[in-house]
Protein backbone atom coordinates (compact mmCIF):
# COMPACT_ATOMS: atom_id res chain seq x y z
CA UNK A 1 0.00 0.00 0.00
CA UNK A 2 1.56 3.60 -0.79
CA UNK A 3 2.43 5.66 1.94
CA UNK A 4 0.93 8.64 0.08
CA UNK A 5 -2.52 7.75 -0.24
CA UNK A 6 -4.85 6.46 2.52
CA UNK A 7 -7.57 3.63 1.76
CA UNK A 8 -10.28 5.03 0.10
CA UNK A 9 -13.70 3.43 0.60
CA UNK A 10 -16.12 4.93 -2.02
CA UNK A 11 -19.91 4.46 -2.77
CA UNK A 12 -19.43 3.95 -6.67
CA UNK A 13 -17.00 4.39 -9.36
CA UNK A 14 -18.04 7.93 -10.24
CA UNK A 15 -17.53 8.84 -7.07
CA UNK A 16 -13.40 8.90 -8.10
CA UNK A 17 -13.98 10.35 -10.90
CA UNK A 18 -15.34 13.45 -9.00
CA UNK A 19 -12.17 13.23 -6.69
CA UNK A 20 -9.80 13.79 -10.06
CA UNK A 21 -11.97 16.00 -11.46
CA UNK A 22 -11.32 18.36 -8.15
CA UNK A 23 -7.37 17.54 -8.17
CA UNK A 24 -7.01 18.16 -12.14
CA UNK A 25 -8.92 21.77 -11.30
CA UNK A 26 -7.12 22.73 -8.26
CA UNK A 27 -3.62 21.91 -10.40
CA UNK A 28 -4.89 24.72 -13.16
CA UNK A 29 -5.11 26.98 -10.67
CA UNK A 30 -2.00 26.40 -9.23
CA UNK A 31 -0.08 26.65 -12.78
CA UNK A 32 -2.75 30.36 -13.20
CA UNK A 33 -1.14 31.50 -10.07
CA UNK A 34 2.81 30.99 -10.85
CA UNK A 35 2.32 32.04 -14.09
CA UNK A 36 0.20 34.75 -14.25
CA UNK A 37 -0.97 36.55 -17.88
CA UNK A 38 2.09 34.71 -19.31
CA UNK A 39 0.19 31.53 -19.34
CA UNK A 40 -2.55 32.93 -21.41
CA UNK A 41 -0.10 34.63 -23.98
CA UNK A 42 2.62 31.95 -24.17
CA UNK A 43 0.33 28.77 -26.21
CA UNK A 44 3.80 26.72 -25.63
CA UNK A 45 3.81 27.20 -21.80
CA UNK A 46 -0.01 26.89 -21.89
CA UNK A 47 0.67 23.45 -23.42
CA UNK A 48 2.91 22.32 -21.13
CA UNK A 49 0.89 23.06 -18.19
CA UNK A 50 -1.96 21.10 -19.77
CA UNK A 51 0.21 18.39 -20.17
CA UNK A 52 1.56 18.06 -17.32
CA UNK A 53 -2.02 18.58 -15.44
CA UNK A 54 -3.07 15.42 -17.06
CA UNK A 55 -0.10 13.28 -16.29
CA UNK A 56 -0.59 14.35 -12.41
CA UNK A 57 -4.29 13.51 -12.60
CA UNK A 58 -3.09 10.19 -14.49
CA UNK A 59 -0.52 9.23 -11.73
CA UNK A 60 -2.75 10.15 -8.75
CA UNK A 61 -5.99 8.04 -10.37
CA UNK A 62 -3.19 4.66 -10.48
CA UNK A 63 -2.37 5.49 -6.89
CA UNK A 64 -5.96 6.24 -5.86
CA UNK A 65 -7.10 2.79 -7.25
CA UNK A 66 -4.13 0.75 -5.92
CA UNK A 67 -5.59 1.83 -2.06
CA UNK A 68 -9.27 2.53 -3.71
CA UNK A 69 -12.62 0.19 -2.39
CA UNK A 70 -16.05 -0.12 -3.53
CA UNK A 71 -18.61 -0.71 -0.77
CA UNK A 72 -15.37 -2.64 0.88
CA UNK A 73 -14.54 -4.79 -2.24
CA UNK A 74 -11.73 -3.57 -4.17
CA UNK A 75 -12.73 -2.60 -8.26
CA UNK A 76 -12.08 -5.80 -9.70
CA UNK A 77 -14.74 -7.44 -7.17
CA UNK A 78 -17.20 -4.32 -7.56
CA UNK A 79 -17.02 -4.85 -11.21
CA UNK A 80 -17.58 -9.05 -11.33
CA UNK A 81 -20.59 -8.10 -8.67
CA UNK A 82 -22.31 -5.13 -10.05
CA UNK A 83 -23.01 -6.79 -13.46
CA UNK A 84 -27.13 -6.93 -13.79
CA UNK A 85 -27.86 -5.55 -10.41
CA UNK A 86 -30.56 -3.18 -10.26
CA UNK A 87 -32.08 -1.05 -7.43
CA UNK A 88 -33.75 -2.72 -4.61
CA UNK A 89 -37.70 -2.94 -6.13
CA UNK A 90 -40.21 -3.35 -3.07
CA UNK A 91 -43.07 -3.64 -5.40
CA UNK A 92 -41.23 -7.20 -6.88
CA UNK A 93 -40.38 -7.98 -3.69
CA UNK A 94 -44.44 -7.87 -2.44
CA UNK A 95 -45.24 -10.29 -5.61
CA UNK A 96 -42.25 -12.60 -5.44
CA UNK A 97 -43.63 -13.02 -1.50
CA UNK A 98 -46.98 -13.57 -2.50
CA UNK A 99 -46.34 -16.12 -5.24
CA UNK A 100 -44.13 -17.90 -2.81
CA UNK A 101 -46.79 -18.14 -0.25
CA UNK A 102 -49.21 -19.36 -2.87
CA UNK A 103 -46.94 -22.20 -4.16
CA UNK A 104 -46.20 -23.45 -0.50
CA UNK A 105 -50.22 -23.14 -0.52
CA UNK A 106 -50.63 -25.09 -3.33
CA UNK A 107 -47.63 -27.94 -2.41
CA UNK A 108 -49.10 -29.03 1.02
CA UNK A 109 -52.61 -29.25 -0.87
CA UNK A 110 -50.97 -31.61 -3.28
CA UNK A 111 -49.17 -33.34 -0.38
CA UNK A 112 -53.12 -33.66 1.71
CA UNK A 113 -54.68 -34.90 -1.46
CA UNK A 114 -52.16 -37.54 -2.43
CA UNK A 115 -52.16 -38.92 1.11
CA UNK A 116 -56.38 -38.93 0.99
CA UNK A 117 -56.23 -40.07 -3.02
CA UNK A 118 -55.86 -43.71 -1.87
CA UNK A 119 -59.02 -43.46 0.48
CA UNK A 120 -61.08 -41.51 -1.89
CA UNK A 121 -60.65 -44.10 -4.98
CA UNK A 122 -61.27 -47.19 -2.90
CA UNK A 123 -64.70 -44.82 -1.85
CA UNK A 124 -65.47 -44.38 -5.48
CA UNK A 125 -64.71 -48.15 -6.12
CA UNK A 126 -66.98 -49.12 -3.77
CA UNK A 127 -69.48 -46.63 -5.17
CA UNK A 128 -69.24 -48.00 -8.35
CA UNK A 129 -69.39 -51.40 -7.27
CA UNK A 130 -72.31 -50.76 -5.25
CA UNK A 131 -74.06 -49.28 -8.82
CA UNK A 132 -73.41 -52.35 -10.68
CA UNK A 133 -74.84 -54.62 -7.84
CA UNK A 134 -77.89 -52.62 -7.75
CA UNK A 135 -77.97 -52.61 -11.79
CA UNK A 136 -77.58 -56.74 -11.71
CA UNK A 137 -80.30 -57.37 -8.84
CA UNK A 138 -83.29 -54.87 -10.72
CA UNK A 139 -82.42 -56.67 -13.84
CA UNK A 140 -82.64 -60.13 -11.99
CA UNK A 141 -85.83 -59.05 -10.52
CA UNK A 142 -87.47 -58.27 -13.65
CA UNK A 143 -85.93 -61.38 -15.06
CA UNK A 144 -87.87 -63.07 -12.41
CA UNK A 145 -90.96 -61.14 -12.77
CA UNK A 146 -90.83 -62.01 -16.48
CA UNK A 147 -90.69 -65.90 -15.93
CA UNK A 148 -93.27 -65.66 -13.32
CA UNK A 149 -95.43 -64.09 -15.58
CA UNK A 150 -94.77 -66.22 -18.22
CA UNK A 151 -95.59 -69.60 -15.86
CA UNK A 152 -98.57 -68.19 -15.33
CA UNK A 153 -99.62 -67.74 -18.40
CA UNK A 154 -98.77 -71.15 -19.40
CA UNK A 155 -100.64 -72.20 -16.17
CA UNK A 156 -103.94 -70.66 -17.07
CA UNK A 157 -103.75 -72.25 -20.91
CA UNK A 158 -103.02 -75.83 -19.85
CA UNK A 159 -105.11 -76.20 -17.26
CA UNK A 160 -107.76 -78.61 -17.41
CA UNK A 161 -111.37 -78.18 -18.33
CA UNK A 162 -113.62 -79.06 -14.98
CA UNK A 163 -116.41 -81.47 -16.02
CA UNK A 164 -119.00 -83.43 -13.98
CA UNK A 165 -119.85 -86.35 -16.34
CA UNK A 166 -122.29 -87.53 -14.05
CA UNK A 167 -124.17 -84.79 -13.49
CA UNK A 168 -123.94 -84.21 -17.64
CA UNK A 169 -125.15 -87.93 -18.31
CA UNK A 170 -127.99 -86.87 -15.63
CA UNK A 171 -128.99 -84.05 -17.63
CA UNK A 172 -128.58 -85.78 -21.37
CA UNK A 173 -131.28 -88.83 -20.04
CA UNK A 174 -133.48 -86.16 -18.18
CA UNK A 175 -133.71 -84.28 -21.97
CA UNK A 176 -133.68 -86.75 -23.83
CA UNK A 177 -136.82 -88.38 -22.13
CA UNK A 178 -138.33 -84.83 -22.11
CA UNK A 179 -138.06 -85.57 -26.11
CA UNK A 180 -139.66 -88.52 -25.96
CA UNK A 181 -142.62 -87.99 -23.62
CA UNK A 182 -143.33 -84.74 -25.90
CA UNK A 183 -143.03 -86.93 -29.44
CA UNK A 184 -145.31 -89.27 -27.77
CA UNK A 185 -148.43 -87.20 -27.15
CA UNK A 186 -150.86 -86.87 -29.52
CA UNK A 187 -152.00 -85.50 -32.52
CA UNK A 188 -155.49 -84.82 -32.01
CA UNK A 189 -156.33 -83.00 -28.30
CA UNK A 190 -157.42 -85.08 -25.77
CA UNK A 191 -159.81 -84.15 -23.44
CA UNK A 192 -159.10 -81.11 -21.60
CA UNK A 193 -158.46 -83.40 -17.86
CA UNK A 194 -156.00 -85.18 -20.57
CA UNK A 195 -154.69 -82.31 -21.52
CA UNK A 196 -154.23 -80.71 -17.89
CA UNK A 197 -152.10 -84.05 -16.95
CA UNK A 198 -149.91 -83.95 -19.38
CA UNK A 199 -149.30 -80.54 -19.05
CA UNK A 200 -148.84 -80.71 -15.95
CA UNK A 201 -146.21 -83.16 -16.62
CA UNK A 202 -144.68 -81.38 -19.40
CA UNK A 203 -144.12 -78.49 -17.06
CA UNK A 204 -142.03 -80.62 -14.73
CA UNK A 205 -139.90 -82.13 -17.29
CA UNK A 206 -139.46 -78.69 -18.73
CA UNK A 207 -138.77 -77.46 -15.38
CA UNK A 208 -135.79 -80.10 -15.28
CA UNK A 209 -135.18 -79.49 -18.68
CA UNK A 210 -134.42 -75.52 -17.77
CA UNK A 211 -132.06 -76.96 -15.07
CA UNK A 212 -130.36 -79.36 -17.15
CA UNK A 213 -129.79 -76.30 -19.45
CA UNK A 214 -128.17 -74.21 -16.60
CA UNK A 215 -126.04 -76.91 -15.34
CA UNK A 216 -124.28 -78.37 -18.69
CA UNK A 217 -124.19 -76.19 -21.65
CA UNK A 218 -122.15 -79.41 -23.61
CA UNK A 219 -125.72 -81.05 -22.81
CA UNK A 220 -127.55 -78.37 -23.79
CA UNK A 221 -126.39 -78.12 -27.20
CA UNK A 222 -126.62 -81.82 -27.73
CA UNK A 223 -130.19 -82.15 -27.28
CA UNK A 224 -130.83 -79.07 -29.32
CA UNK A 225 -129.30 -81.55 -31.76
CA UNK A 226 -130.72 -84.33 -31.29
CA UNK A 227 -134.81 -82.71 -30.78
CA UNK A 228 -134.63 -80.08 -33.94
CA UNK A 229 -131.71 -81.58 -36.08
CA UNK A 230 -134.28 -85.14 -37.24
CA UNK A 231 -137.73 -83.80 -38.59
CA UNK A 232 -139.58 -86.97 -37.44
CA UNK A 233 -139.62 -85.55 -33.93
CA UNK A 234 -141.91 -82.85 -34.81
CA UNK A 235 -145.42 -83.87 -34.51
CA UNK A 236 -147.92 -82.26 -36.93
CA UNK A 237 -148.70 -78.10 -36.82
CA UNK A 238 -151.36 -77.12 -33.99
CA UNK A 239 -150.74 -80.51 -31.75
CA UNK A 240 -149.99 -80.16 -28.30
CA UNK A 241 -146.92 -82.08 -28.80
CA UNK A 242 -145.78 -79.02 -31.32
CA UNK A 243 -146.58 -76.02 -29.00
CA UNK A 244 -144.54 -78.56 -25.95
CA UNK A 245 -142.11 -78.34 -28.50
CA UNK A 246 -142.08 -74.90 -29.37
CA UNK A 247 -141.71 -74.00 -25.34
CA UNK A 248 -138.41 -76.10 -25.51
CA UNK A 249 -136.56 -74.31 -28.00
CA UNK A 250 -137.55 -70.91 -26.48
CA UNK A 251 -135.99 -72.45 -23.15
CA UNK A 252 -133.06 -73.67 -25.43
CA UNK A 253 -132.69 -70.27 -26.89
CA UNK A 254 -133.28 -68.63 -23.59
CA UNK A 255 -130.54 -70.25 -22.37
CA UNK A 256 -128.25 -69.77 -24.89
CA UNK A 257 -125.60 -68.28 -23.17
CA UNK A 258 -124.77 -71.39 -21.33
CA UNK A 259 -123.72 -72.87 -24.33
CA UNK A 260 -120.41 -70.57 -24.30
CA UNK A 261 -119.61 -70.49 -20.64
Known amino acids: MSSHFP ?3 LDRPADLDHVLRVIHQHA ?3 AQMEFG ?5 DKALKAVVDKMTKRL ?3 TRAKIERNLLYNGMSPHEYARHSKGVEPFDEELSRRLQM ?3 QANNLTTEVIAFRKSLPARRAQAM ?4 AVIRALEAKKEQQRRAVEKEHANKLREESRPIALDLKRKAEAADTLKQSVLDITSLQVVSPPVADVDSRASDSRERTGETRQALADNASVVEAAAFISFADESYLPFSGSVGHVQHMYLYTLIRRNHWCLHA
Open 28 to 30: TKV
Open 57 to 59: TGA
Open 7 to 9: RLN
Open 37 to 41: SELGR
Open 126 to 129: EKRA
Open 99 to 101: LND
